[in-house]
């Protein structure tokens, strides 16, 4: 039921994209991001996946580099409705899936070909740098790749190097969702996600290997300290 109601409602949603082209990207964010909030009430009504959302202070009014841990598509959804608007670094072949990948490239991506190497981070550097200036929040998963629980891949340095070039902070996030929506899994189990956002890791003064340091760090002790979802 959860499937069909995401299926119907991305149908519906990807036409309206196309014809809010013409409105002013923060107000069109906010409101293509209702297609996130209806998926998440959906979620809980079908599926009884619940959440709490820890360190909402620590989110400021300047937009930052979002840095995830990246374990469903659970966050993909959340991170929409807390820090708009914002714009992603994603592969340039998520923009081929039909009908998706068509209205994901409406929302201003910055969509690299991972094979170009050091011409694919001047490109995120350039126009991270161009997204951050005109108020958007820039969000990255600096594993690139969705990871199960209590598995970990080296952080790759994109986002920490804009962070160095721009002066923009980073908003390190955690969460446990991988317990409850895992990856590549059709079923899902209820109970509550925790997510958990970090006090701004400031860049100033910083090299981008500092910056990655201090922000995988934080995200994976704090995954670390998250208590496993129990299922009710």
């Known amino acids: 039921?959860?499937?069909?109601?995401?299926?119907?409602?991305?149908?519906?949603?990807?036409p309206i994209t196309f014809f809010l082209l013409a409105v002013p990207f923060p107000l069109r964010f906010r409101l293509v991001a209702n297609w996130a909030r209806f998926n998440l009430w959906w979620l809980g009504v079908t599926c009884r996946i619940k959440a709490e959302v820890e360190g909402l202070e620590n989110i400021t009014d300047q937009p930052a580099i979002i840095?995830?841990?990246?374990q469903s598509i659970w966050e993909t959804l959340m991170i929409q409705l807390l820090f708009p608007p914002q714009v992603w670094l994603l592969k340039r072949e998520l923009l081929r899936?039909?009908?998706?990948g068509w209205g994901l490239a409406t929302m201003k991506p910055i969509a690299i070909d991972r094979s170009l190497g050091v011409r694919s981070l001047k490109q995120?550097?350039?126009q991270g740098k161009e997204r951050l200036n005109a108020g958007l929040w820039v969000v990255v998963f600096p594993e690139g790749t969705r990871l199960a629980p209590g598995v970990r891949r080296k952080y790759h340095p994109g986002g920490a190097m804009l962070a160095e070039k721009s002066g923009y902070p980073v908003m390190p996030i955690a969460h446990n969702a991988g317990y409850l929506w895992p990856r590549h899994?059709?079923?899902?189990?209820?109970?509550?996600?925790?997510?958990?956002?970090g006090p701004p890791i400031q860049s100033?003064?910083?090299?981008?290997?500092?910056i990655l340091r201090e922000t995988e760090d934080w995200i994976?002790?704090?995954?670390a300290s998250l208590p496993v979802p129990v299922s009710r």
């Open 124 to 126: 995120l550097v350039r």
């Open 220 to 223: 994976e002790t704090t995954v």
């Open 185 to 197: 899994s059709f079923l899902k189990r209820p109970g509550t996600i925790r997510m958990v956002i």
């Open 204 to 210: 100033r003064g910083k090299k981008a290997a500092q």
């Open 67 to 70: 840095m995830c841990k990246h």
């Open 97 to 100: 899936i039909p009908i998706y």
């Open 1 to 14: 039921m959860f499937i069909l109601g995401m299926v119907v409602s991305t149908l519906i949603a990807v």
